[in-house]
């Protein structure tokens, strides 16, 4: 069923805004992805321009950052997110919001 105005035409959707989503519980998920991956491409950028020296702190770093990058992506696009669908499928059918 969709909302109508009073004139019986339909109601323009909702507008989501930077609010909206901050209040969502993906929102805390998102932040920590956009700052895992721009400490990701600092690091890459710096091992680039500047070579790693046989420095044994920035290698243990740029491999914590790897994986911390790849867990990232695999949150957004591997089975977490299909979980997280599976989640939401499942609250629907069972009358919960999710």
Known sequence: MTDTTAAGTPAPPAKRSLFTFAD???????VISI??????IAVLGYAMVYGIKDNQTLSILT???VS????VVQYWIGSSQSSK???AV???QAGAKP
Request: charged content about 10%.
């Open 90 to 92: 499942i609250a629907s």
């Open 63 to 65: 491999g914590t950052l």
């Open 85 to 87: 669908s599976k989640d």
């Open 68 to 71: 911390s990058f790849t867990a």
């Open 24 to 30: 969502s519980p993906q929102f805390g998920a998102f």
């Open 35 to 40: 700052v895992i991956t721009v400490a990701f």
